[in-house]
């Protein structure tokens, strides 16, 4: 058989899960069997410098399974003829995907790939999910290094590298891993994360550092960890791996910041729930056990009154308190008959006064958690006291509840909308009894009077925006909670499920 000419405009190629793989020369209009034993390719690349040169991951073993099924091949000949490679390296996962496979502009026998898994030599063992290097075509690989934000890449069953391309000009690998695009050099020098934004991160909890408003961290749950924006949202940095279900910034040190992760829970196994970083997200460590501190941690709470003292909510272990910056943490669950805690406030006129948002309702406690009371019955998950009016506080969940004592008792507020939306209640911290709401109904409200009088805005969110209708039932607890930044004008940072994070400017 002559192959075709694969140069001229027009060439496609199909692969059929039945008969093999095929090839047109006239944009589709008749096709060539080139093979009818690759029925099941897992994935093909063709050279850009010699486009006869082709590779392919074949399937040999079909539907009936069996060892060594993965094979790679090559052709020269336009794909008509092809000869297997090697059977030490498999770019396949049957629960993944396929990683990509990126052929150097210049030289054909360059290849990367990233492997579900390759058999490394030099240690007579198999390494998964890793970076592979070919310089003869296929015949060998050798293993390349990680980006340094990832060290144990390999035994994170999340991570999987879902493209992979190889850019002439500029010359460089670029590839997509744990929901960022990533440059990677050729000299294996760290990895520079280039995506300058948060596609696809599920966001859940934010942090602002009150002394910088530009500076944002966002908590994300798809193992996709902290990022961190210093120019107040445009661009961002990914500065911690995994999963994250809340973050804080110690207002006393900027530098100081606290993840909570969950424990056991996270792909990447973490020890400690509680994550520490003294250098602004540069680099993290395992806070020290501590038996009071929870393995499902919903929110960090700063007291900014208190240099060192710390709160930490949790979904099943209630609240934790330091008095040490987080080093040392002790239960103070007294009178919390309700271990799922999702939301907690520190009242601005007395910080001995905290309340606090669980599945059993709203509690209050008058000496900084030590003891607390049930104030109302109704599960709560969102929590907030007005800085800019004494004794003000709003609590949220399906309804809106107001209450002008401190949290000592609650009257019903909540807004007339159909479809009974989970509500997530934010406020302004310049402007007394400035509010906002966000309904899951992708719906977001304004109130200038303490929620008396609404505005309605539709249709300003992602309409797959989600709220708190699932937040709090994924890994970690999570509960999205939007925060807003004290800046000129004031902005309102949105967690989202889907899009990352979401900024809207406060109406004025």
Partial sequence: MTPPDLSTEGTLYYESPCSGFYASKDFGN????????????????????????????????????????????????????????????????????????????????????????????????????????????????SPVSYPTLYPVINSAPGYYMTSLQWLSNPSMLIGVLAEHLWQIPFDGSPWGDIDKGLAANF??????????????????????????????????KSTFN??????????????HLLVGVPAGLDPLT??????????????????????????????????????????????????????????TWSTITVGLSSPSVYSIALDPTNSQILIAGTGGGTYRS???????????????????????????????????????DHGNSWIDMTPVLSGSPYLNVIVDPKVADNLLVIASLDT????????????????????TYFTVTGDFASVGGGISLPTVASSSPEVLYIPSMTSGIISLTMPQ
């Fill in 203 to 236: 966001g859940g909890q934010i942090a602002i550092d009150p002394s910088s408003p530009a500076t944002v961290y966002l908590a994300a749950s798809n193992n996709s960890g902290i990022s961190k924006s210093t120019d107040g949202g445009s661009t961002w």
């Fill in 30 to 141: 008749t096709w060539t069997l080139l093979n009818g034993t690759f029925t099941e390719m897992l994935q093909f690349a063709q050279s850009p410098s010699d486009p006869l040169r082709m590779y392919a991951s074949v399937n040999t073993c079909g539907s009936n399974g069996g060892s060594n099924c993965q094979q790679f091949f090559s052709s020269s000949d336009g794909g008509v003829a092809w000869s297997s490679r090697t059977a030490s390296v498999e770019f396949c996962s049957g629960v993944f995907g396929c990683g990509g496979i990126a052929i150097s502009p210049s030289n054909p026998d360059e290849l990367y790939g990233f492997a579900d898994s390759i058999y490394v030599a030099s240690t007579n063992s198999w390494d998964f999910k890793v970076l592979a290097h070919s310089t003869d075509g296929g015949l060998s690989w």
């Fill in 366 to 404: 008058q000496d900084g958690g030590q003891t607390w009371s049930q104030t109302n019955s109704s599960i709560i998950t969102s929590v907030s006291f007005d800085p800019n009016h004494a004794g003000v506080a709003y609590a949220a969940y399906k309804t809106l509840l107001k209450s002008t």
């Fill in 444 to 463: 977001v409200g304004w109130s200038p009077d303490g929620g008396k009088t609404w505005t309605w805005y539709q249709n300003v969110l992602p309409q």
């Fill in 242 to 255: 995994g999963t994250a279900a809340s973050v804080a910034v110690d207002p006393f040190n900027s530098n």
């Fill in 270 to 327: 973490y020890s400690n729930a509680l994550q520490v970083s003294n250098d602004g997200g540069v680099t993290w460590s395992n806070g020290s056990a501590s038996t009071g501190l929870s393995d499902l941690p919903t929110m960090i709470l700063f007291d900014p009154t208190s240099r060192g003292t710390v709160y930490m909510s949790s979904q099943f272990g209630g609240i934790s308190k330091s008095s040490d910056g987080g080093v």
